[in-house]
């Protein structure tokens, strides 16, 4: 079992939809949830990040974390074309400092 | 804000070969990272440094080594290399270790021919 698991997609959605990215961690001792996105070629741009229990906005963007339920998601509101790209999940376990990422999901964005 | 700077950019190279890429952080983050990443992979840990220090080592092959210098950038020297070490190469730096934040370089698209 992968430690981070998300589902690869594509998840289409249309313009001005919310987007909604999902995210399950085998470590329970996990202490740190990163959201990154991809677009084709390029390197991953964080843009989220959460630390504890609950939701966390900023912009368009939403982070929730469950740690009770070990999943964090990643919620996009008004979605644009723009966001079409691939969402990265990323976890630091307990006892490691490394960044452990999830196979990502896709998303398109479709006027 | 300055970022991640990564060089080369692309590079190809032949089997056999060797190759050598290079990794600058953000001024004033102590802490590197490698990844590799196949085609429609995601991102594998390679190997991590934390002032200067080898932290942290995940899925390097014996045929790569790295290190970070007294100025806090680091290089990826990879020997030996094989058609699937063709990848994109990412550096991303972090301040200080775990519970913080990695940013990521544009990253190195190695092709081996």
């Known amino acids: 079992q992968k430690e981070v698991e998300q589902n690869s997609g594509p998840l289409s959605v249309p313009e001005g939809a919310i987007a909604s990215l999902n995210c399950t961690y085998s470590d329970r001792g996990s202490q740190s949830f990163f959201w990154y996105r991809q677009y084709s070629g390029k390197s991953p741009e964080l843009i989220m990040f959460i630390y504890s229990n609950g939701d966390k906005e900023d912009g368009r963007f939403t982070a929730q974390l469950n740690k009770a339920s070990q999943y964090v998601s990643l919620l996009i509101r008004d979605s644009q074309p723009s966001d079409s790209a691939t969402y990265l999940c990323a976890v630091i376990a307990g006892g490691s400092y490394i960044p452990t990422f999830g196979r990502g999901t896709s998303l398109i964005v479709h006027p | 804000a300055a970022g991640v700077i990564q060089s080369p950019r692309h590079l190809i190279k032949e089997k056999r070969e060797t190759a050598t890429l290079k990794c600058y952080p953000i001024p004033r983050h102590d802490t590197v990272y490698w990844y590799q990443q196949g085609p429609g992979q995601d991102p594998q840990f390679l190997i991590s440094f934390y002032e200067k220090m080898q932290s942290d080592k995940g899925s390097i092959p014996d045929r790569f080594s790295a290190q970070q210098f007294s100025d806090y950038h680091s290089e990826l020297n990879m020997s030996s290399l094989e058609l699937g070490d063709s990848a994109l190469y990412f550096c991303?730096?972090?301040?200080?270790?775990?519970?913080?934040?990695?940013?990521f370089g544009q990253g190195t698209r190695l092709t081996v021919v």
């Open positions: 991303a730096s972090s301040l200080g270790q775990g519970h913080t934040e990695a940013f």
